[in-house]
């Protein structure tokens, strides 16, 4: 069995999410939002940044160190302590190194230098979503069982809603029946049609009348659950061709993103999960959910790095609104911020 059976084999036994309470949306002027989306952001982050802050002062025993290979080898096990993968940390000691080396530095010399190649190591254009340039945009959304992917779909149709967009769902993942239970239960909600079909009926089918609804009520967005966990890849693959194939006869362009889902908390596995899903569906960005304070954020550098897929949202907590545009700068300070 391979890497990627064996990853959906495991998905499989993961139990089901599914929404705790329902959820209030809360009450924040424009000039508010930013701020409190910063504040969830640096709550979500608060393990990591715990671990960076107090073990990178640990480093310093008094006002300053000399920069040698023991602190260097030091330096470079705190990186990879949160998650952030043995590639990243190697190059941010090196910078680090090549800046320092031989010379006594203060905590906080080591700290910018660290900030700055992170920065530099999360750098990406602005990506929001490619919407159709007419027409509605149709974004499917990939992921194992598990990992946050009906949540976030619920999320990004609040998210696109509250930006007077209409959105239709397709519960397409008709293997589970719960995830097209869940799936209509924050449809309800959040006040978005959505369009569903027996268990076990033909996921393709489900995504060309929710296309065709979306066309067809004027509505601007069509998100399109998809199966998180199937037999083979090849069966996966097959899947997913399918839908691509039944909704171009509508929207020749469609789909304009596939966004893959990653647990937070998943650590490294994210990584087999982000190539496993980026090889059968052609990803064209990430969402990292769960990201609450229980996940070391790090492991979102490395996925960043190796598959050079843009991180296009977050999430950080359990309402629809807990959803924000993932931008680099402000990920990295709230990785250092304490």
């Not at 976030?152 to 809603?161: E, G, P, Q, R, V």
């Not at 079909?197 to 998100?223: F, K």
Request: proline fraction near 4%; charged fraction near 25%.
């Amino acid at each position: 069995m391979g890497l990627f059976d064996r990853l959906l084999s495991k998905a499989a036994a993961e139990p089901v999410e599914a929404p705790r309470t329902a959820p209030e949306p809360e009450e924040a002027g424009a000039d508010d939002q930013p701020k409190g989306l910063f504040a969830r952001l640096r709550q979500g982050l608060k393990r990591t940044s715990q671990l960076l802050n107090t073990d990178i002062r640990d480093l310093f025993k008094q006002d300053g160190r000399l920069v040698d290979d023991q602190f260097l080898d030091e330096l470079f096990a705190v990186l990879v302590r949160t998650d952030m993968g043995t590639a990243s940390a190697g190059q941010i000691r090196d910078q680090v190194q090549t800046e320092f080396r031989g010379r006594v530095v203060k905590m906080d010399d080591v700290l910018h230098a660290v900030k700055a190649k992170l920065k530099d190591l999360m750098a990406q254009a602005e990506t929001p979503l490619a919407f159709a340039e007419s027409g509605p945009t149709i974004i499917m959304v990939v992921g194992v069982n598990g990992s946050g992917k009906t949540t976030s779909i619920a999320k990004l149709a609040h998210f696109l809603k509250g930006q007077g967009k209409g959105v239709v769902l397709a519960a397409a993942d008709t293997f589970r029946a719960a995830a097209v239970e869940q799936l209509t239960i924050w449809a309800e909600r959040i006040g978005v049609p959505i369009v569903t079909g027996p268990s076990g009926s033909d996921p393709a089918s489900i995504a060309h009348r929710a296309v065709a609804q979306t066309m067809e009520t004027g509505a601007e967005i069509c998100i399109i659950d998809t199966a998180g966990r199937l037999q083979t890849q090849a069966n996966l693959m097959s899947q997913l061709s399918k839908i691509h194939r039944v909704i171009t006869r509508l929207v020749p362009e469609a789909p304009h993103e596939v966004l893959l889902v990653l647990d937070a908390t998943a650590g490294q596995n994210g990584i087999s999960q982000a190539k496993g899903f980026s090889d059968a569906a052609g990803c064209t960005g990430i969402v990292l959910a769960k990201l609450d304070g229980t996940a070391k954020g790090g492991v979102v550098i490395p996925i960043r790095q190796q598959f050079n897929l843009p991180v296009k949202y977050v999430g950080l907590g359990e309402k629809p609104e807990d959803l924000a545009l993932f931008e680099g700068d402000r990920f990295v300070e709230a990785l250092f911020n304490d």
